[in-house]
C-alpha cells in the first residue's frame, strides 16, 4: 500500500487532512522519495518526506529570526552591513560582487531585510518543479488557510471579476499565475490591489514582477533541491502516464 504524506506533512502544523490509500503493484524503488508526487513507499522510506520537509520549515523560520534579530553572518565575504529598522539594528551580508538583479526584480520585489513587512506587501512562492511545490501548496491552503493564487483558476476565463473558489483542497482565486497569459489577465483585474490573494504561487518570477509598483511589493521565497536529485525526479516523473500537464 502507498499512503499520500501530506497527512504526515500536515501534522506539522496541527492540521488534519483525510488519509487518501491506494492499492499499487509492489515495484522496485526507484528513489528516495518524490515530492511533488507526494507519496513514498512506507515500508523504507516513510520518515523521507516528513523529515525534509520539517527540515525546510524549521530552516525557513530559523533564518526569518534571525534576519529579524540581528542578522546572519556571510561566512564567505565576512563583510557586512548595518541595516535600521523599527525595532533593532541588523547586520545584513553584502551580496557578492559583480551580482545584480534585473531591474523588474529589483523593483518588484521587496528585499527580504527590509522590515518591518508592509500590509501591502504580497508574499511569493517561487515554485522550482520537483521541489516541493505540491507539497507547500496544500500546506499553505490547507493547514494554514490562506487563499492562494496558483493555477487552480484555469478555466475560468470568462469571469469578470476575482472570486473566491472553495475547492475541497483549499481557498483559490479564480485567475491562473502560472502562464504569462493568466498573469496578463490577473493584472488587468487588479489581483494585488484588490489584496484577495495571501499568497502566489508561480514558476514565472520576472512575469510575475509586472503585478507590481512601488506601493504593492512582492516578498519572495522558495525551497530548492539539489539539482541532481531533482533531475532524477523529473526523469521518473516523466515517464508517468498520468502525471499532471505544465
Known amino acids: 500500500k502507498r499512503i499520500s504524506c501530506i497527512e504526515r506533512v500536515c501534522s506539522i502544523c496541527s492540521c488534519s487532512i483525510p488519509c487518501q490509500t491506494r492499492v499499487s503493484n509492489p515495484q522496485p524503488q526507484k528513489q528516495l522519495f518524490d515530492d511533488d508526487d507526494d507519496s513514498f513507499d512506507i515500508q523504507d522510506t516513510s520518515w523521507a ?29 565576512r563583510t557586512f552591513k548595518t541595516v535600521s529598522s523599527r525595532r533593532s539594528h541588523r547586520i545584513i551580508p553584502d551580496p557578492p560582487s559583480g551580482i545584480k538583479l534585473p531591474p523588474e526584480i529589483s523593483s518588484s ?16 512562492y517561487w515554485h522550482v ?15 494554514m488557510g490562506r487563499v492562494a493564487a496558483t493555477e487552480q483558476g484555469a478555466g475560468h476565463q470568462l469571469d469578470e471579476q476575482l472570486e473566491i473558489l472553495n475547492l475541497p483542497h483549499g481557498n ?36 510575475t514582477a509586472d503585478l507590481f509598483n512601488e506601493n504593492h511589493k512582492g516578498r519572495l521565497f522558495t525551497i530548492f533541491r539539489h539539482p ?15 502525471r499532471e500537464v505544465g
Do not use: W
Open 49 to 77: 518526506a516528513p523529515y525534509f520537509f520539517g527540515m525546510a520549515i524549521f530552516t525557513f523560520l530559523v533564518f526569518s529570526t534571525q534576519f529579524y534579530n540581528g542578522g546572519i553572518p556571510d561566512i564567505s565575504t
Open 129 to 143: 518543479p520537483r521541489s516541493a511545490g505540491t507539497t507547500m501548496k496544500l500546506v499553505l491552503s490547507m493547514c
Open 228 to 242: 541532481v536529485e531533482r533531475m532524477i525526479s523529473l526523469y521518473y516523473f516523466l515517464q508517468m502516464p498520468d
Open 109 to 124: 520585489y521587496e528585499d527580504v531585510g527590509n522590515l518591518p513587512l508592509s500590509i501591502t506587501d504580497t508574499p511569493v
Open 172 to 207: 483559490y482565486l479564480n485567475v491562473d499565475v502560472t502562464t504569462p497569459l493568466g498573469l496578463k489577465r490577473a493584472k488587468e483585474m487588479g489581483l494585488i490591489q484588490s489584496n484577495l490573494a495571501d499568497v502566489i504561487v508561480t514558476p514565472l518570477v520576472r512575469h
